[in-house]
């Protein structure tokens, strides 16, 4: 058999152990068509997944924590088949965490081919694998509806997003709603007073690293607001612990809180950069939170105050969720501190049309104006806060989830590439359409030459 015509697995399990031995001396003997590439941890597994080398495989030890949701995705959008081996102590559902398929701790040689010639490929031989097989970040259509919150610094995002919470939650019919804090410097846990850190965000997208908990566990994570009527899920204890929380986890979780609720009201920061703006993964990955809630919004309220620097903040806020891949009509200007004279409010409002770019203003709707109130009073309280702030956000979102519908777009898709006819892309030189045609291939002789 060709070199060429092998299976490149790559392999990562807890020291000495014994499968992990067995798959090394069969490469190496030739028993098995493969070359088997050791990693040490889950960190060189990765490096080597971007090192753009192709892999047909990768064999993983179900004990090493490690191995988890996130790095089974990784391993799938590299199109790398994940096989986990897995002696039953984990208590864990792999394939529905992303695994392929789920070998025996006494791995034999024929166990191992016909999982290899079952699901992967040999490297440098096309495949025609289903595609039906590889994950889905598509969210099924009976999740509850996400509302993102965002914006500048000190306009009061994080009030406007209680304030919401408190509105849809209101009424003997109301949706059951929990409040997520997803901002870096989580602050929802002092606005509410809470005398508890724990359990929080961290704790729930841990829990869906390795499984996914049932929705008592997930409800049991949000602590019950009962004067404002909705549930609330603590953020991050450190800026820092942002290291925590990986995106296929969070999107687990998030999806998980929509299954569980109604209404998800996630209170985020106004950062959506990502690697393909900075170039740094490590910039996505801090960003993560912000960018899975605004990206899968079904509405996405931008908070921002009136004057020269909040309608500047806010203007620049609305260009950057706009050139995420927002639609414009799912997404809700609001203008806290508005001042209580018409003409003012409709100087705002021009302003805001006239300085958004990329055309985006002409779609976008009004800015929903919230008048002064004593804030700080209800919260310092606990007590509800005052009307008609509440009232007033939440029938925006009503209208907002009457104009967008129920389809959904799917941000930061792959790159879609087209067939390029030949000769549809001209010549590096321009040329005089009267000089004669090059001679056909194989012809040297020079053109105008008798024949």
């Known amino acids: 058999m060709a070199a060429r015509e092998r299976y490149v697995l790559l392999g990562l399990a807890r020291a000495r152990a014994e499968w992990f031995r067995r798959v090394g001396q069969w490469s190496t003997s030739a028993a098995l068509p493969a070359e088997f590439v050791k990693c040490v941890s889950a960190e060189e597994l990765r490096v080597r997944l971007r090192s753009g080398r192709p892999f047909s495989a990768a064999i993983l030890d179900a004990a090493l924590t490690r191995v988890d949701r996130d790095l089974l995705a990784e391993l799938r959008e590299a199109g790398v088949v994940p096989l986990v081996v897995d002696d039953g102590r984990a ?26 010639a079952t699901h992967a490929t040999m490297v440098g031989i096309e495949s025609d694998r289903a595609a039906d097989g590889e994950a889905s970040l598509v969210l ?49 846990a002092m606005l509410h007073d809470s005398r508890e ?23 049991a994570q949000t602590f019950d607001i009962e004067r404002r009527g909705y549930h609330l899920l603590l953020g991050l204890r450190r800026a820092r612990f942002w290291t925590s929380v990986r995106r296929r986890a ?54 921002g105050r009136p004057g020269l620097k909040g309608v500047y903040s806010l203007v620049r806020v609305l260009d950057e969720v706009l050139a995420f891949g927002v639609p414009a009509s799912r997404v809700v200007p609001v203008i806290s501190h508005a001042p209580r004279s018409p003409k003012q409010r409709a100087e ?23 008048p002064r109130r004593k804030v700080d009073e209800a919260l310092r309280d606990g ?28 941000l ?40």
């Open 383 to 410: 007590t509800r806060l005052p009307e008609p702030l509440p009232t007033v956000l939440a029938g925006a979102c009503a209208a907002a989830l009457g104009r967008s519908g129920s389809g959904r777009t799917i």
């Open 250 to 303: 969070f999107e687990a979780s998030l999806r998980s809180l929509r299954s569980g609720f109604d209404m998800v009201v996630a209170d985020v920061d106004a950062n959506l950069e990502g690697e393909s703006e900075g170039g740094s993964i490590d910039v996505e990955e801090r960003h993560v939170v912000a960018r899975t809630a605004v990206g899968t919004a079904d509405v996405v309220f931008v908070v």
């Open 197 to 219: 850190v724990v359990p929080g965000l961290q704790e729930l997208v841990d829990a869906h690293r390795g499984t996914t908990p049932d929705l008592g566990t997930v409800r």
């Open 91 to 116: 208590a864990r559902d792999w394939v529905e965490l992303g695994a392929v398929a789920v070998l025996p701790p006494t791995l034999t040689r024929e166990v191992l081919l016909d999982a290899l």
């Open 412 to 451: 930061d898709p792959e790159p879609a590439y087209e067939r390029v006819a030949p000769g549809s892309l001209g010549t590096w030189t321009a040329h005089d359409p009267h000089d004669p045609p090059p001679p056909p291939p194989g012809d040297t002789s020079a053109p105008g030459d008798a024949t």
């Open 140 to 188: 099924p259509g009976e999740l509850g509806r996400l509302v993102a919150v965002l914006g500048p610094g000190g306009t009061g995002t994080s009030t406007a997003a209680i304030a919401l919470a408190q509105g849809l939650a209101a009424g003997p019919h109301a949706p059951d709603v929990v409040l997520v804090d997803g901002c870096l410097h989580a602050e929802q």
């Open 348 to 370: 705002l409002a021009r302003a805001v049309a006239d300085l958004v770019a990329g055309g985006g203003a002409s779609a976008l709707p009004s800015p929903v104006f919230l």
